[in-house]
C-alpha cells in the first residue's frame, strides 16, 4: 500500500505533532474558557445594572415634578450615569485579573 506523503512518519512530522497536541490544544481551551468567563460575566453584569437602573427608576416616580425639572437642570441623571460606569470598569478590571490568574495562570 502507497502512503500519502503527508501522512509518512519523519522526525519533523512527529515534532509538528507534539507541538500542536503540547501546545495549540491546551492555549485553545484556555481561551474557551476565558471567553466562556467573561461571557458569564458580561451577563451577569448586564442583569445587576439593568435591576438597579429599574429600581432607581421606580423610586422617581413619586417625587414633585419640580423636584425632577431641578434634577434635570443640575444634570443628575448624568453623575449617576458615570458612577455606574466607573463602578462597572472598577468591577470588570477586577474580575479581569482573577480570571486571568485563573484561566493561564498568571499573577497578575
Do not use: C
Not at 8 to 27: C, D, H
Not at 48 to 53: D, G, P, S, Y
Not at 73 to 91: H, N
Request: glycine share 8%.
Amino acid at each position: 500500500m502507497i502512503w500519502p506523503a503527508f501522512l509518512a512518519i519523519t522526525p519533523l512530522s512527529t515534532l509538528l505533532w507534539t507541538l500542536f497536541i503540547g501546545f495549540v490544544v491546551p492555549a485553545l481551551g484556555r481561551s474557551l474558557l476565558a471567553l466562556g468567563i467573561g461571557f458569564v460575566t458580561f451577563t451577569g453584569f448586564q442583569l445587576a445594572f439593568n435591576q438597579l437602573e429599574s429600581y432607581i427608576q421606580g423610586t422617581m416616580v413619586g417625587i414633585d415634578p419640580a423636584i425632577l425639572d431641578m434634577m434635570a437642570l443640575t444634570r443628575i441623571d448624568d453623575a449617576v450615569s458615570l458612577v455606574m460606569s466607573a463602578m462597572s470598569i472598577k468591577l470588570t478590571l477586577k474580575l479581569a485579573g482573577r480570571t486571568a490568574e485563573r484561566v493561564f495562570r498568571l499573577k497578575v
